[in-house]
């Protein structure tokens, strides 16, 4: 073989290389699925506590009112 040719170990290193990085920019898009699975769980999971804390505002509200009232009524 002459110079620039390629003889069955190198095309066999090519491939082995070519698959290997193959796996790892596999393992690499499979980290990224999961930390955008983790982030938009974590949205998620903050969504619920704004509007947790929005309803027991509400509630908290409606019954500062209504003690309100009830005072107004009892004078």
């Not at 938009?40 to 509200?61: C, P």
């Given at each position: 073989?002459?110079?620039?040719?390629?003889?069955?170990?190198?095309?066999?290193?090519?491939i082995?290389?070519?698959?290997?990085?193959?796996?790892?920019?596999?393992?690499?898009?499979?980290?990224?699925r999961?930390?955008?699975?983790?982030?938009?769980?974590?949205?998620?999971?903050?969504?619920?506590?704004?509007?947790?804390?929005?309803?027991?505002?509400?509630?908290?509200?409606?019954?500062?009112?209504?003690?309100?009232?009830?005072?107004?009524?009892?004078?």
């Amino acid at each position: 073989m002459g110079i620039g040719s390629l003889d069955e170990v190198d095309v066999l290193v090519l491939i082995l290389g070519i698959h290997a990085e193959a796996d790892h920019m596999h393992a690499e898009g499979l980290q990224l699925r999961e930390l955008r699975i983790l982030i938009r769980r974590a949205e998620l999971q903050r969504m619920h506590e704004v509007d947790a804390a929005k309803h027991i505002a509400r509630l908290g509200r409606a019954r500062g009112e209504k003690n309100s009232q009830q005072q107004a009524e009892g004078d």
